[in-house]
């Protein structure tokens, strides 16, 4: 990553997670999940923001939102009793002093100067008779063997380096990093890390087009709802906007720029097309394309500020003519610097990106009663070298995969 303040995301693992048996799902800076309606492409979406949402706010709030245990629990040839999520990531040695020098909670860094590997998860399960649930297992570990933590959550009490004695969840339905963080440096980073790091978008060209009232968020809402408040912040810097004009002049004929207004206490957004005859005019969203618009929410989220460490993109395809796809792409690809970027696409269009490199594409299938995550298999990624691509190897049915899916072997939490 170019910029050594970042946190990035090295690996999501799944166990009875609604579709989901066990799944682990690898990143790249660029990563392209491919896989037929129902497959579990989103529930992987949603896994990494439920663990957001349980740190954010509460496990049980998350687990509601969500339908409770028992709609997520695993159910398929061989149920699950409970689920398990866990994340695997690394810290910068920027990002660590960052935090500690924010916090004053002060820690040393010792031989960690290239950073922290950093696992972080819980297994929960329902309570006996079927009523709520509890925290069976909580892991936060790191390079312990350099004198970082590591800590496992068996009856409500974590012990690590430099915690005093007693650090508790307060019940069995609660999580105990955010307690924890309260005392030491490192847990502290860890759940900053993934509080804000991920970020999941499913844009709604008819949220855009509400324009809510004003707001000072430079972070991108899910469905893109406050595009607006998103694009004046960020007109504050030249490169950004005029970044973001540029594709958009390459994805819609005429248009010209982008800009914010401010109307009856609501953040307007305002198109500016030229005409033929070197005239123009502004319009406002209700006179754009849902695709111009979803283009405009997929760049502020690659450009936002500050940059989640993974920008997740569901459909990148959904509205948008193949011509504009391919600058979308382009955008990503240059953005990847910045950010990384998990995209969903059934598009042979998007998949014949030279972005979309076999490496960076993980198979989402529904086999034997459970979702799986497979690599391509070796002949497949050698039909993909150019000048054929993975786009035509979807297009001609021909999307073969490795014989074994990506899978936790050994202890869910500590497996290498």
Same mark, same amino acid.
């Given at each position: 990553?170019?910029?050594?303040?970042?946190?990035?995301?090295?690996?999501?693992?799944?166990? /009875?997670?609604?579709?989901?048996?066990?799944?682990?799902?690898?990143?790249?800076?660029?990563?392209?999940?491919?896989?037929r309606?129902?497959?579990? #492409?989103?529930?992987?979406?949603?896994?990494?923001e439920?663990?957001?949402?349980?740190?954010?706010?509460?496990?049980?709030?998350?687990?509601?939102?969500?339908?409770?245990?028992?709609?997520?629990?695993?159910?398929?040839?061989?149920?699950?009793? +409970?689920?398990?999520?866990? @994340?695997?990531?690394? *810290?910068?040695?920027?990002?660590?002093?960052?935090?500690?020098?924010?916090?004053g909670?002060?820690?040393?860094?010792?031989? !960690?100067?290239?950073?922290?590997?950093?696992?972080?998860?819980?297994?929960?399960?329902?309570?006996?008779?079927? !009523?709520?649930?509890?925290?069976? #297992?909580?892991?936060?570990?790191?390079?312990?063997?350099q004198?970082?933590?590591?800590?496992?959550?068996?009856?409500?009490?974590?012990?690590?380096?430099?915690?005093?004695?007693?650090? *508790?969840?307060?019940?069995?339905?609660?999580l105990?990093?955010?307690?924890?963080a309260?005392?030491?440096?490192?847990?502290?980073?860890?759940?900053?890390?993934?509080?804000?790091?991920?970020?999941?978008?499913?844009?709604?060209? !008819?949220? @855009?087009?509400?324009e809510?009232?004003?707001?000072?968020?430079?972070?991108?809402?899910?469905n /893109?709802?406050?595009? /607006?408040?998103?694009?004046?912040?960020?007109?504050?810097?030249?490169?950004?906007?005029?970044?973001?004009?540029?594709?958009?002049?390459?994805?819609?004929?005429?248009?010209?720029?982008?800009?914010? +207004? @401010?109307a009856?206490?609501?953040?307007?957004?305002?198109?500016h097309?030229?005409?033929s005859?070197?005239?123009g005019?502004?319009?406002?969203?209700?006179?754009?394309?849902?695709?111009? *618009?979803?283009?405009?929410?997929?760049?502020?989220?690659?450009?936002q500020? &500050?940059?989640?460490?993974?920008?997740?993109?569901?459909?990148?395809?959904?509205?948008?003519? &193949?011509?504009?796809?391919?600058?979308? *792409? +382009?955008?990503?690809?240059?953005?990847?610097?910045?950010?990384?970027?998990?995209?969903?696409s059934?598009?042979?269009?998007?998949?014949?990106? &030279?972005?979309?490199?076999? +490496?960076?594409?993980?198979?989402?299938?529904?086999r034997?009663?459970?979702?799986?995550?497979?690599?391509?298999?070796p002949?497949?990624?050698?039909m993909? !070298?150019p000048?054929?691509?993975?786009?035509?190897?979807?297009r001609?049915?021909?999307?073969?995969?490795?014989?074994g899916s990506?899978?936790?072997e050994?202890?869910?939490?500590?497996?290498?």
């Amino acid at each position: 990553m170019s910029d050594p303040a970042r946190v990035h995301i090295e690996e999501l693992r799944v166990s /009875g997670y609604r579709a989901f048996e066990n799944a682990r799902l690898r990143f790249d800076d660029l990563t392209v999940l491919v896989g037929r309606n129902g497959a579990g #492409k989103s529930t992987l979406l949603d896994a990494l923001e439920f663990v957001r949402d349980a740190l954010s706010d509460s496990l049980v709030n998350a687990l509601e939102r969500r339908g409770g245990i028992q709609a997520l629990i695993h159910v398929g040839p061989r149920n699950a009793k +409970d689920l398990s999520v866990a @994340i695997r990531l690394k *810290l910068s040695s920027r990002y660590l002093n960052e935090v500690w020098g924010r916090t004053g909670l002060g820690a040393q860094l010792g031989s !960690l100067s290239e950073g922290a590997h950093m696992t972080y998860g819980f297994r929960i399960g329902p309570k006996r008779g079927g !009523l709520g649930f509890e925290v069976k #297992k909580e892991v936060a570990s790191g390079p312990h063997q350099q004198g970082f933590i590591r800590a496992v959550r068996g009856s409500r009490r974590i012990d690590g380096l430099g915690l005093p004695h007693g650090v *508790l969840a307060t019940s069995r339905d609660a999580l105990a990093l955010p307690f924890a963080a309260e005392h030491d440096a490192l847990y502290r980073a860890l759940l900053d890390a993934l509080k804000t790091s991920v970020r999941a978008y499913s844009l709604s060209p !008819l949220a @855009i087009r509400a324009e809510p009232p004003l707001g000072g968020a430079s972070i991108l809402s899910r469905n /893109g709802s406050n595009a /607006g408040d998103v694009l004046h912040h960020l007109e504050r810097g030249k490169g950004d906007i005029d970044w973001i004009n540029r594709h958009l002049r390459a994805i819609t004929p005429g248009l010209d720029k982008v800009r914010t +207004d @401010i109307a009856a206490g609501r953040r307007l957004i305002r198109f500016h097309q030229r005409f033929s005859d070197g005239h123009g005019a502004f319009f406002d969203v209700g006179d754009m394309s849902d695709g111009t *618009l979803r283009c405009l929410a997929i760049l502020l989220a690659l450009r936002q500020k &500050p940059s989640p460490a993974l920008v997740c993109i569901e459909e990148i395809e959904d509205s948008v003519h &193949p011509a504009a796809l391919g600058v979308l *792409l +382009d955008a990503i690809e240059a953005s990847t610097s910045r950010c990384q970027v998990l995209l969903t696409s059934h598009s042979p269009e998007a998949l014949s990106h &030279p972005a979309v490199t076999a +490496d960076r594409v993980r198979v989402v299938e529904w086999r034997e009663g459970t979702s799986q995550i497979f690599p391509l298999s070796p002949g497949a990624r050698e039909m993909s !070298l150019p000048p054929r691509s993975v786009g035509k190897l979807l297009r001609t049915n021909a999307l073969f995969t490795a014989e074994g899916s990506d899978r936790v072997e050994g202890d869910f939490f500590t497996a290498p």
